[in-house]
């Protein structure tokens, strides 16, 4: 079992800043790969970025590729996502979640990802 807890979100302009927390449970989060996934009112939720398990590979969805970096630090158990020049479109509920699997590759599929957290809000006003 693993327990994830995120922090972090808030209400911001367009062009600020934000980091968002994870906080992971568990002996063995540094063999787990673990993405950001994010989702907006009436729609689908959406890949933003994933980090494998040493955290020198990551993955990011094309919309926030140049502005978001995801990082990791196992010692703390804790995944992070960091978000520069926010937009309005960025506004969303921000889930962070583990891959199915140890050592699992880096993927944008929900599908892949067995455990979640409750998710952070972050809403960004033009």
């Known amino acids: 079992q693993a327990q994830l807890v995120e922090s972090g979100g808030g209400s911001m302009r367009a062009g600020d800043s934000l980091r968002l927390s994870c906080a992971a449970s568990?002996?063995?989060?540094?063999?787990?790969?673990m993405g950001w996934f994010r989702q907006a009112p009436g729609k689908e939720r959406e890949f933003v970025a994933a980090?494998?398990?040493?955290?020198?590979?990551?993955f990011y969805a094309d919309s926030v590729k140049g502005r978001f970096t995801i990082s990791r630090d196992n010692a703390k158990n804790t995944v992070y996502l960091q978000m520069n020049s926010l937009k309005p479109e960025d506004s969303a509920v921000y889930y962070c979640?583990?891959?199915?699997?140890?050592?699992?590759?880096?993927?944008?599929?929900?599908?892949?990802?067995?455990?979640w957290g409750q998710g952070t809000q972050v809403t960004v006003s033009s």
């Open positions: 979640a583990r891959k199915r699997g140890p050592f699992g590759s880096l993927t944008p599929s929900a599908n892949e990802y067995d455990y």
């Open positions: 568990g002996r063995t989060f540094n063999t787990y790969a």
């Open positions: 980090i494998n398990w040493t955290g020198r590979q990551t």
